[in-house]
């Protein structure tokens, strides 16, 4: 498969949160891998210390520590970009419709979807339709933007970088790689609060220095050299998404939810015996303990309520 840089500078991107994987079932392989380089493997080491060496950086904190304070964006206003890379499995497009609906519920209106079989050729998840939309929701003052792309993924090979695959434009497939995601976020919130979640075969190849800023969130659903799971034609969501799904209610902060998505990821993975996934994390100093959107008062009364009921 060819992969095309995204050169667009002028693309708004705050928070990302990106899903992909192979194929269905077990060890899973990109649908392409007849037409698409041999995967250069990264050293065993680096892959599954990725999001830790990040978080060791300057830009990072250690997550025990007492001496960071809680992030001051917990009242941000977040904008949503979600974004369905690929039509082969129905997975991809369940998530991004089940996930608009629990933001809306917890008062994000401000929500695009993006969608590889979208009949309207303007919402298709090609790079010019996600870049096109990010403009469009620039976040202003106290906003932030989050965008949770699910697709397939691949790997670095010795011809081309690896990354998410997005809808085919012009007739050609894309890719979207790491120096195209870094060049997005820099030229997008900037010093904005930013979550990046990449959940998806070989997604730990975002995992490099240069997304690493202390305003921002990255977490990936794998690490570089691991396949993800579930991307089955008879599957509701893949293993990382439907975990995702499954803790929102419960977790309360990002980081919360990084750490039940993955005990939730790994037991899945264990139950079915497939090689494990690893999904790594990096926390910027600014973003500790930060607030995932909630019920409005009202409603969670009401919700509250119904429970009480016999």
């Not at 419709?97 to 933001?103: C, I, N, P, T």
Request: with cysteine.
């Amino acid at each position: 498969m060819a992969c095309r840089s995204i050169l667009n500078a002028s693309a708004l991107l705050t928070l990302l949160l990106v899903t992909a994987c192979g194929g269905g079932g077990g060890e899973a392989t990109p649908a392409a891998t007849t037409t698409t380089p041999p995967i250069a493997q990264t050293p065993v080491t680096e892959a599954a210390t990725a999001g830790a060496r990040l978080q060791a950086s300057a830009a990072g904190y250690a997550l025990d520590t007492p001496d960071v304070p809680v992030s001051a964006y917990q009242q941000t206003r977040w904008k949503a970009f979600l974004v369905a890379g690929n039509t082969q499995e129905p997975v991809f497009d369940n998530f991004v419709l089940s996930f608009s609906k629990w933001l809306g519920q917890r008062g994000v209106s401000s929500i695009e979807i993006l969608q590889a079989k979208s009949p309207n050729v303007t919402l298709r998840s090609s790079s010019e339709n996600i870049l096109s939309a990010l403009v469009r929701g620039a976040p202003g003052p106290n906003e932030g933007c989050l965008v949770y792309m699910t697709s397939h993924g691949s790997g670095d090979s010795p011809q081309a970088k690896g990354g998410l695959w997005l809808a085919p434009a012009g007739g050609r497939e894309e890719t979207l790689t790491p120096v195209a995601l870094n060049e997005m976020l820099g030229n997008s919130c900037g010093t904005r609060p930013t979550v990046v979640v990449l959940s998806g075969c070989y997604t730990g190849v975002y995992m490099n220095d240069a997304i690493a800023a202390p305003n921002r969130i990255v977490l990936t659903a794998a690490r570089a050299d691991r396949t993800s799971f579930g991307c089955e034609a008879t599957g509701d969501y893949t293993f990382f998404d439907k975990c995702v799904l499954q803790n929102l209610d419960t977790a309360g902060t990002v980081q919360k939810l990084t750490e039940k998505v993955r005990a939730c990821v790994g037991k899945r993975e264990a139950d079915e015996k497939f090689t494990p996934s690893e999904p790594q994390a990096f926390f910027g100093r600014d973003m500790r303990d930060l607030a995932l959107p909630a019920l409005p008062a009202a409603t969670a009364s009401e919700l509250a309520a119904l429970d009480s009921q016999p």
